[in-house]
């Protein structure tokens, strides 16, 4: 119980920080109201989950290695959505092109919940692919894709980001 009780200050300073950018970024908004209302609402929401779990650190991005992870995971991503919205909107353009979609199966090899919800949202923001499915036991991914894509899937689909995201957790 004792280091509940130690961990609970680290915990709570985190998940205000993280609620508080989210505030930030939901609302959009630098009115003095809105920032005193957003870091009350973030300490309430922070002080009530802090005894729930372990919390992800922001200041661990302080890390110049993990900064540039995130970084470029989120140009990967940035891309790799830029390139899918535009084949999307051609095969909407040209009907006459064929429609290979399917339903997919991808086996993953990341260890942490964090890397297993990275790798399905990330990947779902890319309209090819849409998750549809998470079995954690089996460690496999569901996908529906617009189009099935030549060789192997989990290499079109998951790789970059699950290489970036176990990149992020342990900088080289």
């Known amino acids: 119980m004792g280091t509940r009780l ?13 609620c508080y950018g989210f505030w930030l970024l939901l609302t959009w ?11 009350i609402l973030a300490l309430t929401v922070a002080l009530a989950m802090a005894p729930l779990g372990p919390v992800a650190r922001p200041w661990r991005l ?13 140009a990967v991503a940035l891309g790799r959505i830029v390139r899918a ?21 991808i086996r993953t090899d990341a260890a942490t919940d964090g890397e297993i919800a990275a790798i399905g949202l990330i990947t ?12 954690r036991s089996e460690r496999e991914f569901q996908y529906h894709t ?17 290489q970036l995201a176990q990149w992020i957790r342990r900088p080289e």
């Open 6 to 18: 130690r961990e609970y200050p680290a915990r709570a300073a985190a998940l205000f920080v993280w």
């Open 29 to 39: 908004t630098v009115t003095p109201e809105q920032l005193v209302f957003g870091a």
């Open 62 to 74: 302080a890390d110049p290695r993990r900064f540039a992870a995130v970084v470029t995971l989120f």
């Open 85 to 105: 919205n535009l084949a999307l909107a051609r095969r909407i353009w040209l009907p006459s092109r064929p429609l290979s979609s399917g339903m997919l199966i």
């Open 124 to 135: 779902s923001l890319i309209v090819d692919n849409q998750i549809v499915d998470l079995d």
């Open 146 to 162: 617009v189009a099935v894509p030549d060789g192997d899937p989990r290499t079109a689909i998951t790789a970059p980001v699950e």
